[in-house]
């Protein structure tokens, strides 16, 4: 399972939170349905965030959801003012957020396909000037592969370091 690459580097919270819920009502708020090993890494780790700031939304409390629509209508109001040329959801295939990080930068999901098979998009600032990058899922080797530096481009570029690698566990940033 995908999980294990995760759990593999970076242990999740002695006592998580908001792990707890049902996913069928965060799935009927969205009209879709979300990559099983998403719904099991917000089961394991909870809401929070990783070292550096990337936050994961958690989709299965309200909060998380809201954070969710929020960042659908703020995108939907740059591609309008902007012109530009990326596919939102509720398009399909479009992009899905999942989480942010402290560089301001957005985290999607590709809706082509089933959602385990779903890649992972980061909106990048500079995003007008460079094409849309899709790389590979389940999100969980995402985060993995994200952990082992194999992205240079997110997150400045900036590596990080083996000891360093951590999950705090806390509420839903805005």
Known sequence: ??????????PPPAEPVDISGDWTIAEQD???QFPTDYKRFIETYGS???QRGLVVRNL???????????DLARYEE????????YILYPECPGLFPWGTDNNGHLYCWWTEGEPDDWGVVQLYHGYEY????????PITSFFARFMNNAYASMLGGIEFERGDLH?????QPV
């Open 78 to 85: 740059l591609k309008e003012a902007c012109e530009h040329e």
């Open 30 to 32: 969205f009209g879709l």
């Open 48 to 50: 929070g965030e990783f």
């Open 1 to 10: 399972m995908a999980l294990d690459d995760i759990l593999n580097l970076v």
């Open 60 to 70: 299965l409390k309200q909060e998380g959801r809201d954070l969710v629509r929020a």
């Open 130 to 137: 460079d094409p849309l990058e899709i790389v590979p899922g």
């Open 167 to 171: 999950f705090t566990r806390g509420q």
